[in-house]
């Protein structure tokens, strides 16, 4: 069964504007990682954030934990175009559970 | 390095054929998967082995069976294939597997069966 929930299902904006993305999940973990997944690809691994740290940023990409409230969210800065994919959280405590996904759409 | 690579990249099955999905990785991970992705439901996995010599079962494993050749290979085989089983499979590597680590994922096969 699926952990984490992403939120929302589709996202459509223009480049240029941020985007973030929600993820809520179940139980405890001891990290959780978020993947891009380009159409017609395998999942590439963005960021992985543990269960003691509250705030990451790799390049445009931020991503904040909240354990009390078991919810991630994923954050692009200045989006473009070649950011169309979707993204997908994954949580970690004794195997790995991904979500169903966010399908971002970034308009030039 | 090309990292996690699958064969095929597409296959067509009828009802009750066999067939083996092929997984190599060349980075020297411990620790390999296999996942299903089916629309809306993210991906769950079906067998992993978190090293050469050992296999355990997923969430899904039931229509499938795997065998870790050794650490760089990392099989999937449909012994009679329903169409429940159509779907895109995705293999993964990671260094360890009791640690939450990354893990890197091939292109995919997808898989229709008739």
């Known amino acids: 069964s699926q952990q984490g929930e992403e939120d929302p299902q589709a996202l459509s904006i223009q480049e240029g504007e941020n985007a973030t993305m929600n993820c809520s999940y179940k139980?405890?973990?001891?990290?959780l990682q978020w993947y891009r997944q380009n159409s017609g690809r395998g999942l590439v691994h963005l960021i992985l954030i543990r269960s003691n740290e509250r705030e990451k940023h790799s390049g445009r990409l931020r991503v904040t934990l909240d354990t009390s409230k078991k919810s991630s969210s994923l954050l692009i800065t200045a989006s473009r175009a070649a950011d169309t994919a979707s993204y997908f959280c994954a949580t970690y405590n004794n195997d790995m559970r991904f979500g169903a996904g966010t399908r971002l759409t970034v308009k030039p | 390095n090309a990292g996690v690579t699958q064969t095929p990249k597409f296959q067509v099955l009828k009802t009750g054929q066999s067939m083996t999905l092929q997984c190599a990785q060349d980075?020297?991970?411990?620790?390999m998967y296999w996942y299903r992705q089916d629309p809306g439901m993210g991906l769950r996995l079906i067998y992993y082995?978190?090293?050469?010599?050992?296999?355990d079962k997923g969430e899904v494993p039931n229509g499938y069976n795997v065998s870790r050749l050794n650490k760089r290979e990392f099989s999937l085989r449909l012994e009679s294939a329903a169409p429940s089983q159509t779907s895109v499979y995705f293999c993964a590597s990671s260094g360890r597997q009791g640690a939450g680590d990354t893990q890197y994922f091939g292109p995919g096969t997808r898989l229709t069966v008739l």
């Open positions: 082995s978190a090293s050469e010599g050992t296999t």
């Open positions: 139980t405890s973990i001891n990290n």
């Open positions: 980075m020297n991970h411990n620790s």
